[in-house]
């Protein structure tokens, strides 16, 4: 079945500590992977999508199909990376599969 | 940017109503778009693909005579939502898909309360 895994609800980390975003896949076939942000009161936005492998605001995430896993980084957290992350999976013809977001807080 | 823009961003309406959410892209053209509802907390769940001047496309378990999807030019798709219920509750998002490499750009959802 088709499906994306992200195992933490919320994720609390101090400002310039390092940060990690679990994201895990199931697909048969060639995954699509993006992560999606949406900050406070505002839309969701794309913030990086693995075909690329570019890094937007500091935040890179490499796509390891032996573990099935795409999960999104950044080595020294900011407060105004406080958001909702979601990770979502292209299955085919456009139609993405979101996964339950993990809700990133950023103390100071 | 590309924007898609969704209205109204809130709406309160009585049980047995219809309602009506507009999604538009502002700066380019949309042949397909996708509607999905959020629950407090859960996850955008995809319910149903817009396909400009064609039959959308419903998602396993979603009622097609319940949310009518009309897309009728290449920037504007529209949800309806019939005799609403208080289940019907949601929130309820846009995206429209940009070229061909993927990434969606979102609307900025339309919180629905049905009393």
């Known amino acids: 079945a088709q499906r994306v895994t992200q195992p933490e609800k919320l994720l609390s980390v101090f400002k310039g500590a390092p940060v990690e975003l679990k994201c895990n896949y199931s697909y048969s076939g060639s995954p699509e992977l993006f992560w999606y942000v949406q900050y406070s009161r505002q839309r969701l936005q794309l913030l990086l999508r693995h075909i690329s492998r570019e890094s937007i605001k500091g935040f890179t995430a490499d796509l390891n199909k032996g573990e099935t896993s795409f999960h999104l980084k950044k080595p020294f957290a900011q407060e105004e990376d406080s958001a909702m992350y979601y990770c979502a999976l292209n299955s085919g013809t456009y139609k993405y599969i979101f996964g339950t977001g993990t809700r990133l807080k950023v103390l100071a | 940017g590309a924007v898609v823009s969704q209205h109204p961003s809130w709406v309160i309406c009585k049980s047995g109503t219809s309602v009506k959410i507009e999604c538009r892209s502002l700066?380019?053209?949309?042949?397909?778009m996708f509607w999905y509802r959020q629950f407090p907390k859960q996850s955008l769940m995809l319910m149903a693909t817009?396909?400009?001047?064609?039959?959308?496309?419903?998602e396993q378990g979603v009622e097609k005579d319940k949310f009518l999807i009309n897309h009728a030019s290449l920037t504007l798709s529209t949800l309806t939502v019939t005799s609403a219920h208080p289940e019907d509750s949601s929130f309820y998002i846009c995206?429209?898909?940009?070229?061909?490499?993927?990434?969606?750009?979102f609307g900025s959802g339309t919180r629905l309360t049905v009393v």
């Open positions: 700066d380019f053209q949309a042949t397909t």
């Open positions: 995206s429209a898909l940009q070229g061909a490499l993927g990434g969606y750009t």
């Open positions: 817009s396909n400009e001047g064609s039959k959308a496309t419903y």
